[in-house]
């Protein structure tokens, strides 16, 4: 063991050397480290218990998407009945229970509308099913139920869109910054660091921006709005801010224009009233639809529905063409502002719901570094002196060793781009106490053999071989526990796992191989007679 | 120079000859944990129950029941207050609103710090958090998932490399050392959360470790003197590594100590877990553990064969100096 190479001291001390470098970036403000040109290095990530921030973890509402996945299909299906020069008359289409049923008026369609159907579903998942399955009941009724992998593929897209929106709407409310990552089938995390009041985020991602424009059913009766049953082809909407008083009113189910065909949205303000309002811009399409839905109900009222709701039913005074039109509502700047960047943004094709929140003020998380910051640098003291005064000059190896380690482990964080959390500082702390162990169990060792008479020299290769074999056991069912923790935690416990199993690697190597080359390069220089340990 | 020694040279003690009386005392505490969780139940944070939590800072020491008055008055749920260990810091627990409504939790903290605020000046809000009934249910499977996979996965590992006995006494230890910090967090009714269950694993992973060394050094010595019979064997093992266990131990309660006392409150209960745990750990690797081997009838000459015959050939089989 005595048999340390000059080429093997050179790439222990150059490996070191490289982990210890890599943690000053991360040891330093971050400004400074821009100064002494560190800044594109590698850091180490603060979590946001640490740097303060807001955590949230939206869920797809399952329901929701269940819903809008059947409304699609019943989309679908009676654009392609009415294609070709076949139309296939169908009625008493129903979308209860997450399928879609109808009938087909003449019983002899019913092969070919099945055909046309057939065109309709898409391949989903890998046993070759399809994502709707297509049933005939009782010959002339046809029910399409979507399959498993069907309800997973749309769930999949779902969330791939939905992700982009949130990330869209969050870049544009300026914050610095944010993660925005998919988890699981339906869900979506995201942290936004600094961000002291998250209920603007908040509101801004629960909302689902489906804009639709559909005129006013001024036929309806109040008794039939009390009642909630609207005439036939029209619905009844809630209102909340109904200057009529009724917060419900009566729209035609048709939609004359939707939000899909925005092209730009924006806050501004009422020229006469100075109240807030959105201006939006609509494609050449879109603006067509506008222009003519616009002549051709001059004087009604026209109902802008947002997310199921009806923000104002303003009368149409004279045509609106070119494409540009206003909403206005109750609105304040704020509001009006979140909406503008909701529609910008495009609509959520699910509706997202907070099922997780986690905020922590800047002030804390500094407070918490600087708690974490003293006890780690006490912690250090305490250890180096104890190990110091147990064990002399074998112990001062041990030191160096530990504080190497304590600055290897920063490097390999910030190298990983791993994230430091709360319960982090506490792993770090704990494996500043656990980086001993692997020295202990050599100087005890080492001791052992010693008292039984073994020359120095073979005491201290005893030491390291017969320790070394037990460190690596003990070292891998440790390791084993961190990986699980690694695996199944979430945020902080996988927060505290990275640390550990980084502390783990690194102490193993620092305690066996470095300080080994320390005593064999003292014990090759000072030929000690006998052993003080 | 004399070095400080924790544990002297040569240590001779019987562990083995009181192993049924710390089985009777371990038996004895474990029950007792197990009956304060049941009867006390754990105080779940709310990642585990869901809810809402806020955390206030007052200026001074508040006055806890005026506070609670004023959170009950606001008509927002049922309110459990609890003192951290800064005294000036409080956290507020409240059920989440009924309505899915993105806006209503919001308003409920709205609510709760414009009421405090008023009451109290100068109060701050550094810390909230909502979790639902979903994530929360979540979080204790996955909580629960990670614990046992962690005892199954060492008892594996150290079966493999060993042998049984020493799999199933080293889980019975560490599933003790679990038991007993759940009793300590339902004894002090400190409040249990995601960080406690990371604690928890991590005493599980140092307990192993502790454990482990003195497996393997009680292995080492079965193939060193073979006809030493268990009971000593095991003894003069737990002896032998007896000036590591309690070294390490110390070192890192001298490491958690800082913590505690420096690490902020944040961390309290989670560093109390572990430090804990490493006392309680190490009383179990000393004196059940190793015990239990005997209680499970390992036998060396059996293991001898086993060893020999896997090993054959292997450098550390072969005879020793």
Redesign the interface.
């Known amino acids: 063991m005595l048999d340390f190479p000059r080429w093997k001291v050179l790439s222990i001390v150059i490996a070191l050397a490289i982990g210890v470098l890599l943690a000053i970036p991360s040891l330093i403000p971050e400004g400074d480290a821009a100064r002494y040109g560190l800044g594109g290095m590698p850091r180490i990530n603060l979590g946001l218990?640490l740097s303060g921030g807001s955590h949230l973890?939206l869920?797809a509402d399952t329901v929701d998407l269940a819903k809008n996945n059947v409304a699609r299909m019943e989309e679908q299906v009676r654009a392609e009945m009415r294609r070709g020069d076949t139309k296939i008359a169908i009625g008493d289409i129903s979308t209860t229970g997450g399928r879609l049923s109808f009938f087909v008026r003449d019983g002899a369609q019913v092969d070919a509308a099945v055909e046309r159907l057939r065109t309709l579903t898409q391949p989903a998942g890998m046993t070759g099913q399809r994502d709707w399955n297509v049933a005939v009941v009782d010959s002339t009724r046809i029910v399409l139920t979507p399959t498993d992998s069907g309800l997973k593929a749309a769930t999949n897209s779902a969330m791939d869109v939905a992700t982009e929106v949130v990330r869209k709407r969050i870049d544009e409310l300026g914050t610095k910054e944010p993660t925005i990552i998919r988890q699981g089938a339906d869900r979506i995390i995201v942290q936004v660091p600094g961000l002291q009041d998250p209920?603007a985020l908040?509101?801004l991602?629960?909302k689902t921006a489906k804009l639709e424009f559909k005129l006013v059913d001024q036929s309806a009766s109040p008794e039939q709005l009390a009642s909630g049953r609207a005439p036939v082809g029209s619905e009844i909407v809630p209102y909340p801010d109904n200057p009529g008083g009724t917060p419900v009113i009566a729209l035609k189910r048709r939609v004359l224009i939707s939000g899909d065909e925005l092209i730009n949205a924006q806050q501004g303000f009422d020229q006469q009233t100075n109240e807030a309002i959105v201006n939006i811009t609509f494609n050449s399409e879109g603006g067509r639809k506008f222009a003519r839905v616009t002549q051709e109900n001059t004087g009604k009222p026209f109902a802008m529905v947002l997310d199921g709701k009806v923000i104002s039913a303003p009368n149409i005074n004279e045509p609106i063409l070119g494409g540009q039109a206003r909403i206005s509502g109750r609105f304040t700047v704020e509001s009006a502002n979140q909406l503008a960047i909701a529609l910008r943004s495009g609509k959520l094709p699910v509706a997202l719901?907070?099922?997780?929140?986690?905020?922590?003020?800047p002030?804390?998380g500094a407070?918490?570094i600087k708690?974490?910051t003293?006890?780690?640098a006490?912690?250090v003291l305490?250890?180096v002196l104890?190990?110091w005064?147990?064990?002399?000059r074998f112990g001062i190896y041990a030191n160096l060793a530990v504080i190497i380690n304590v600055f290897v482990i920063v490097g390999v964080m910030a190298l990983l781009n791993a994230t430091l959390t709360?319960?982090g500082?506490?792993?770090f702390?704990?494996t500043?106490?656990?980086a001993?162990?692997a020295n202990?169990?050599i100087n005890?060792r080492m001791?052992?053999e010693y008292?039984r008479g073994r020359t120095p020299v073979q005491a201290v290769e005893l030491g390291y071989k017969?320790a070394s074999?037990?460190i690596f056991?003990?070292?891998?069912?440790?390791a084993?526990?961190?990986l699980?923790?690694f695996v199944?935690?979430?945020?902080?416990?996988k927060g505290?796992?990275i640390v550990?199993l980084i502390g783990i690697a690194t102490s193993v190597f620092t305690a066996v191989v470095f300080t080994r080359m320390l005593v064999a390069l003292w014990l090759r220089k000072a030929r000690p007679t006998t052993l003080?340990? | 120079m004399p070095f400080l020694k924790l544990v002297p040279d040569n240590t001779n003690i019987g562990f083995v000859r009181v192993r049924h009386i710390a089985f009777i005392l371990t038996a004895l505490l474990t029950v007792a944990s197990i009956a304060a969780v049941g009867l006390r139940g754990l105080n779940l944070g709310v990642d585990f129950v869901g809810g809402l939590m806020v955390e206030a800072k007052f200026t001074g020491p508040p006055p806890l029941e005026a506070v609670r008055a004023n959170v009950d008055s606001l008509g927002v749920g049922q309110t459990t207050l609890q003192q951290f260990g800064d005294p000036k810091s409080v956290s507020i627990r409240l059920p989440l609103p009924e309505s899915s409504d993105e806006g209503a939790t919001n308003k409920v903290v709205a609510k709760v710090s414009d009421s405090l605020k008023k009451e109290y000046p100068g109060v701050t809000f550094p810390r909230y958090d909502t979790v639902s009934g979903k994530v929360s249910d979540e979080l204790i499977q996955n909580g629960l998932l990670a614990v046992v996979l962690a005892v199954l996965g060492m008892a594996v590992f150290s079966w493999f490399r060993y042998e049984w006995q020493f799999g199933v006494s080293t889980a019975v230890a560490v599933v003790h050392d679990v038991l007993m910090t759940l009793g300590f967090f339902a004894i002090t009714q400190m409040e249990f959360d995601l960080n406690i269950v990371a604690a928890v694993l991590t005493i599980i992973g140092y307990s192993i470790n502790d454990k482990m060394v003195i497996d393997d050094r009680i292995r080492e010595n079965m193939r060193k003197y073979r006809q030493m019979d268990m009971k000593s064997l095991i003894d003069l093992s737990v002896n032998e590594t007896l000036p590591r266990t309690v070294m390490t131990s110390v070192t890192i309660m001298l490491a958690l100590g800082a913590l505690l006392i420096f690490g902020g409150h944040v961390l309290r209960g989670f560093t109390a877990a572990m430090l804990l745990g490493i006392i309680v750990g190490t009383y179990s690797s000393v004196y059940v553990s190793s015990s239990l081997l005997i209680s499970l009838g390992l036998e060396p000459q059996k293991f001898d064969k086993k060893a020999s015959s896997k090993s054959a050939g292997a450098e550390r089989v072969g005879p020793r100096s």
């Open positions: 218990d973890m869920e209920s908040k509101a991602l629960g719901k907070v099922v997780e929140e986690r905020t922590v003020g002030e804390m407070d918490s708690a974490g003293v006890a780690s006490i912690a305490a250890v104890f190990m005064a147990a064990y002399g709360l319960p500082i506490a792993g702390v704990l500043i106490g656990a001993v162990d202990v169990l005890e001791r052992e008292r017969e074999r037990t056991e003990a070292n891998v069912t440790h084993i526990v961190g699980i923790m199944l935690g979430s945020g902080q416990i505290f796992a550990l003080n340990v």
